[in-house]
């Protein structure tokens, strides 16, 4: 990436969420508490499916592989975050591009794992007694391999084309992190090309998987209402009505920003919007998703007594 006038950029500076020192500092606890649940709940929850052999199953492989992936995902922008809030706020044009790398690398794999997760529920449950034929082994690795490898490529096309702009004026970010769409509206070109590149990568990472997550669960929960049992029909509510809840926030907030055209006048709405989806699902995932689960709760009171004994 280059200034308008030849010169090479090397640095950024980011305004992070807030310039008032008391509110730095209230932003500071609240995001550390927040990352710190994150990080626990989803290594307790990778040690419990790892633990238990009962936990070996097709969900709990995509759960785990969905607890790495927030592991990462808060990783790659909180900690920065936090050291906004209390240190300086510089980032190398390097750190810069490594981050926004990363960030939509683990941002898109989770959009098409979050979909994945939802075939995997809409087998069980629609088509119960081939659930094991349908989900052996072979299918979720290479399921898991395609959601890595399509965000990862989907990744790659959003950070080059982004980082082929030139900019021109201040080289602050008004944001708390480096986010395509951000520095897309310090550009001095036009941006409509790298606009359709990431709009068509959000077609194809945000708004297909979302859809066919919706659809997923319309044909699941017809055959949910179908269900004699009043138990049956509760516990399969219970296990779908909290993959809804991360699916819609994760998805909305994300089409939000990535599916409309850039605004050069919405910077901090932005900032809180991506507040959501980088901060909110990897810390509610391993709450709403398995650590309320009977099997997990049994798998991780093994995994205590067994640090006890030894």
Not at 104 to 121: I, K, P
Request: glycine share 4%; proline share 4%.
């Amino acid at each position: 990436m280059e200034k308008k006038n030849g010169s090479l950029l090397t640095e950024f500076l980011l305004l992070g969420l807030s310039e008032d020192p008391d509110v730095k500092i209230a932003l500071f606890v609240f995001f550390l508490v927040m990352y710190l649940v994150t990080a626990s709940g989803n290594i307790i929850l990778v040690t419990a499916c790892v633990y238990d052999p009962r936990l070996h199953t097709p969900m709990y492989f995509f759960l785990v592989n969905l607890s790495l992936l927030d592991i990462c995902y808060s990783s790659v922008t909180v900690p920065n975050m936090l050291s906004q809030l209390l240190t300086k706020r510089t980032i190398s044009f390097t750190s810069c591009a490594a981050q926004m790398y990363t960030y939509l690398l683990l941002g898109c794999s989770e959009c098409v794992l979050l979909a994945v997760m939802a075939y995997d529920r809409y087998v069980a449950i629609v088509f119960p007694l081939r659930y094991t034929v349908i989900m052996k082994k072979s299918v979720c690795v290479t399921l898991a391999v395609f959601c890595w490898t399509s965000g990862s490529a989907m990744s790659f096309l959003d950070t080059f084309f982004t980082l082929q702009l030139p900019l021109c004026g201040s080289y602050v970010i008004n944001h708390f992190f480096c986010e395509a769409t951000t520095l897309i509206k310090m550009a001095c070109v036009d941006t409509f090309s790298t606009e359709m590149v990431i709009f068509s990568v959000g077609i194809f990472v945000l708004l297909f998987p979302s859809l066919f997550t919706l659809l997923s669960y319309v044909r699941i929960i017809v055959t949910i209402v179908g269900i004699r049992s009043s138990a049956g029909r509760k516990k399969a509510f219970s296990t779908c009505a909290s993959h809804l809840i991360v699916v819609t926030i994760f998805y909305g907030t994300a089409i939000f920003m990535y599916m409309k055209p850039v605004s050069k006048n919405s910077s901090n709405q932005d900032k809180m919007v991506s507040v959501f989806y980088t901060v909110t699902p990897p810390m509610l995932n391993p709450l709403i998703y398995s650590l309320r689960n009977k099997d997990v709760k049994i798998a991780l009171n093994k995994v205590i007594q067994g640090q006890i004994c030894h």
